[in-house]
T-cell receptor, first 115, second 114 residues
Framework: AQKVTQAQTEISVVEKEDVTLDCVYE???????LFWYKQPPSGELVFLIR??????QNEISGRYSWNFQKSTSSFNFTITASQVVDSAVYFC????????????FGQGTELSVKP | DAGVTQSPTHLIKTRGQHVTLRCSPI?????VSWYQQVLGQGPQFIFQ???????GRGNFPDRFSARQFPNYSSELNVNALLLGDSALYLC?????????????FGQGTRLTVV
């Protein structure tokens, strides 16, 4: 069975601190995609990044960076110099190649950035 | 450009009643998916429709049904509501139905069953 685990339920940091959100996934499939979504209080899920299982290159986008390691089945997300606007719930998700658009989400990590 | 729109935004229903939730995808998107998000948990996949055909179904009872119309909008229907159906229902649209296709989410319909 496929599963996504986000062990950190809540994280609280002070503005300008760096913070890493952990994501561990389980699947026996060799072709899959991993995602990160941000959910602000308004409710909609905002797409942040997509990675396929054959691309282990780390990625940086502004203050955001992602570390994908197949050896540990992890896809961690780091925010550098956090800001109050980063406060939200962040979800890691998995989709299998043969399951179309079905996203399997983790439980989410609620990030609170205090001024 | 308009994003994914869902209606209504909030809804209160009584146990045993029926509810219909509506979703309009982004223009040009042919796939719509529905998710249920119970408070404090991640979204759970309910259905995916592409070109008016069901492409996937999650582990939900038959009380849940959906359809997609020729204009690609979609409805999610839930019969015989239970207290446990209280949740945020999210609709997502995407260009295609394949894995890895970026999904764009609406703001959801918050359903409360009393």
């Amino acid at each position: 069975a496929q599963k996504v685990t986000q062990a950190q339920t809540e994280i609280s940091v002070v503005e300008k601190e760096d913070v890493t959100l952990d994501c561990v996934y389980e699947t026996r499939d060799t072709t899959y995609y991993l995602f990160w979504y941000k959910q602000p209080p308004s409710g909609e899920l905002v797409f942040l990044i997509r990675r396929n299982s054959f691309d282990e290159q780390n990625e940086i986008s502004g203050r955001y960076s992602w570390n994908f390691q197949k050896s540990t089945s992890s896809f961690n997300f780091t925010i550098t110099a956090s800001q109050v606007v980063d406060s939200a719930v962040y979800f890691c998700a998995l989709t299998l190649y043969n399951q179309g658009g079905k996203l399997i989400f983790g439980q989410g990590t609620e990030l609170s950035v205090k001024p | 450009d308009a994003g994914v729109t869902q209606s209504p935004t909030h809804l209160i229903k009584t146990r045993g009643q029926h509810v219909t939730l509506r979703c309009s995808p982004i223009s040009g998107h042919k796939s719509v998916s529905w998710y249920q998000q119970v408070l404090g948990q991640g979204p759970q996949f309910i259905f995916q429709y592409y070109e008016k055909e069901e492409r996937g179904r999650g582990n939900f009872p038959d009380r849940f049904s959906a359809r997609q119309f020729p204009n690609y909008s979609s409805e999610l229907n839930v019969n015989a509501l239970l207290l446990g159906d209280s949740a945020l229902y999210l609709c997502a649209s995407s260009l295609g139905s394949g894995a890895g296709t970026e999904a764009f989410f609406g703001q959801g319909t918050r359903l409360t069953v009393v």
